[in-house]
């Protein structure tokens, strides 16, 4: 007999998807990455902003308490406040707006400076070019003039009135170049000073992962040219996630500042290049620097971060890192060098952490 074949029961790995929960997980992820991402602000600074939008993305993820408000004050237990998270996200995007307002205003401002002080000159100009002329009529019709002694006290008068003209004409114009330079500087150093807030990372100081990616293509591209040693460092902190769990952002925070400083200390030339590559990941660039003295450069780096002194809620909070090298070698790209300098960090890590490894 043909009938209608019995339905297949569900199997565990075809287990539906909860909407619900799929949504609260995207919105957290949603808040991560504003925090990840987040702009400079005038009345609150990078890093309160994101520590603000990690205990919001707690919120929402597991209903932890809002940042910010008394325990009492919190909503029921597995309660969200979704209007607050509304609000959150609504300041930060309004005051992103109006910080791109204000500098872009500011632009078009010096913009204007730049445009009137040019306008003013071309029509100095023209005015100087119509007193210049004028004289010079005047010094045409003397060439039919009779007396001699009327000739010389003419001629004697163009030529001051020339002199003067010219000389306002030059005062006029050092005074619009000095001012224009003033303006040119200023905006000068204002665009540097948000260049370089632009590659450095808000919470360690050091540069930050696109400032890395750019300086990593030009040693390759140096390397490539020229020869010669130079070593890429990536530098791990062994367990921070569980640390971050378990002693909160601040504690995690002040780890990775202190891990940073303890690199800087290590690497400092001028030339050495040290930046935050990820979350609990920081990259150093060594120009002229052999693979032995890197490693050595690397176990120094361990030894600083070992000592540490981080105070947890429970102690002192014990610190390592895991550190992977690589050499430059010939024809390689800015992939090839970094990807061996990952596999000495993960040979580090599989040996146990807190060590130093080559990657090959």
């Known amino acids: 007999m043909f009938g209608k074949k019995p339905t297949p029961a569900p ?6 998807v909860d ?15 504003m925090a990840e991402f987040a702009l400079p602000q005038e009345r609150t600074d990078v890093d309160t902003f994101r520590r603000d939008a990690e205990a919001w993305a707690q919120h929402v993820a597991i209903a932890a308490p809002p940042p910010g408000r008394p325990a009492e004050a919190a909503p029921a237990a597995g309660r969200r406040d979704w209007q607050a998270v509304r609000q959150f996200v609504r300041d930060y995007l309004r005051g992103s707006a109006r910080q791109v307002g204000t ?12 445009i009137r002080n040019l306008s003013q000159t071309l029509a100095n100009d023209v005015a100087a070019e119509d007193r210049v002329r004028e004289q010079m009529e005047r010094l045409a019709t003397l060439v039919d003039a009779t007396g001699t002694s009327e000739l010389k006290r003419e001629v004697a008068e163009v030529v001051g009135s020339l002199r003067q003209v010219l000389d306002e004409r030059r005062r006029a114009q050092q005074a619009q170049v000095a001012a224009l330079g003033e303006t040119v500087r200023t905006l000068g150093g204002e665009l540097e000073t948000a260049r370089r807030e632009g590659e450095t990372d808000p919470l360690t100081k050091v540069h930050n992962r696109k400032a890395f990616d750019e300086r990593l293509e030009q040693a390759v591209q140096l390397q490539k040219a020229f020869g010669g040693d130079a070593c890429l460092l990536l530098v791990d902190v062994d367990h921070f996630k569980q640390a971050n769990d378990t002693a909160g952002h601040a504690v995690g925070d002040q780890v990775l ?16 290049f040290v930046a935050r590559y990820g979350g609990d990941e920081f990259a150093v660039l060594l120009r002229e620097t052999e693979m032995a003295s890197a490693l050595a450069l690397a176990e120094r780096v361990a030894g600083r971060v070992r000592a540490l002194p981080i105070a947890g809620a429970e102690g002192p909070l014990r ?4 550190i992977g090298v690589a050499a430059a070698a010939p024809g390689d790209e800015a992939r090839t060098w970094f990807e ?3 596999r000495g960090l993960y040979a580090a890590k599989a040996a146990g952490r807190d060590r130093v490894a080559a990657g090959t």
């Open 11 to 16: 199997t565990p790995d075809a287990a539906p």
């Open 19 to 33: 909407p619900a929960a799929m949504a609260v997980d995207t919105l957290a992820s949603a808040l991560r990455s």
């Open 103 to 114: 500098v872009t205003s500011d632009l078009r401002e010096v913009i204007w400076v730049f």
């Open 257 to 272: 500042r202190g891990v940073a400083d303890a690199i800087v200390q290590v690497f400092l030339r001028k030339k050495d």
């Open 319 to 322: 610190v390592t890192v895991s």
């Open 340 to 342: 061996r300098a990952d």
